[in-house]
């Protein structure tokens, strides 16, 4: 881990990650349902289907579990980004810096809401970055 942007970051790539494995146990399931449910004018063949759909419940379970490993860890990465964030004490800086790696707002919003330019937000956080004491906290949970 090499600065502090990049720490506190890796709570939206891991979000990312698990929106991601989300979507494949949906598009899994949709792919059990279908193996189950061909219609054809030849008698069925229940083996295969019932292999198919087997195939894809395993897989189900074994993302399920990925995910619950990932929710942990994000949840317990998001705490650590909260500690970091808290020792810093110019409540601006606060504010962008959860609203941008806690929230996962987009620059644009986080200048809307705030009611500034984006080019100000864009300085704030770059100034706030500074301040960010990610190190100590990094080593814990690496």
């Not at 991601?20 to 949709?30: A, G, Y």
């Not at 195939?55 to 990932?70: F, Q, R, T």
């Not at 810093?88 to 929230?103: A, D, F, G, H, S």
Request: charged share 30%; with cysteine.
């Amino acid at each position: 881990m090499n600065n502090a942007k990049e720490f506190l970051s890796k709570a939206y790539l891991i979000d990312k990650r698990i929106n991601s494995k989300v979507e494949q146990i949906l598009k899994l399931r949709e792919l059990a349902t279908k193996a189950n449910s061909v219609l054809s004018d030849m008698p069925p063949n229940s083996t295969r289907n019932f292999k198919k759909m087997e195939d894809a419940i395993v897989k189900i379970l074994s993302l399920e579990n990925e995910i619950s490993e990932d929710i942990k860890y994000l949840a317990g990465l998001k705490q650590d980004i909260v500690k970091a964030i808290k020792e810093i004490k110019n409540i601006k800086y606060q504010t962008i810096l959860e609203m941008r790696y806690l929230c996962f707002k987009t620059w644009e919003q986080i200048a809307v809401d705030l009611n500034y330019g984006i080019d100000n937000v864009f300085r704030i956080h770059k100034k706030a970055l500074k301040k960010v004491n990610f190190k100590n906290i990094y080593s814990k949970i690496q």
